[in-house]
């Protein structure tokens, strides 16, 4: 059974940094992918990074330059490093898991909270 675990989630003030960590169990080999979503209430679940078993990433607009994204395949954890947060940073992060270089989300976390205030 696929278990993933996130951490490192809390409240900073604007232009602090977090580390927010995955914790991935039950999987036989690596998974295709893993990427990090967010979510405020009222809103859709948007995708902030992804990365590939080839170490391609991906991330969006509102994070590039900000944002980092990694995977330490031997502890079989991910990780996304935030700089520079913002007040619309504020949301639950969710770690997902999936399937094919083009990232079939199969499975997700129960979240971690991060608020940014002004």
């Known amino acids: 059974q696929v278990q993933l675990v996130e951490s490192g989630g809390g409240s900073v003030q604007a232009g602090g940094s977090l580390n927010l960590s995955c914790a991935v169990s039950?999987?036989?080999?690596?998974?295709?992918?893993m990427g990090w979503f967010r979510q405020v209430p009222g809103n859709e679940r948007e995708e902030v990074a992804r990365?590939?078993?080839?170490?391609?990433?991906r991330y969006a607009d509102s994070v590039r330059g900000r944002f980092t994204i990694s995977r330490d395949k031997a502890k079989n954890t991910l990780y996304l490093q935030m700089n520079s947060l913002k007040p619309e940073d504020t949301a639950m992060y969710y770690c997902?898991?999936?399937?094919?270089?083009?990232?079939?989300?199969?499975?997700w976390g129960q979240g971690t909270q991060v608020t940014v205030s002004s």
């Open positions: 039950g999987y036989t080999s690596s998974p295709a992918c």
């Open positions: 990365i590939r078993s080839d170490a391609a990433t």
């Open positions: 997902t898991s999936g399937s094919y270089w083009w990232c079939r989300w199969d499975y």
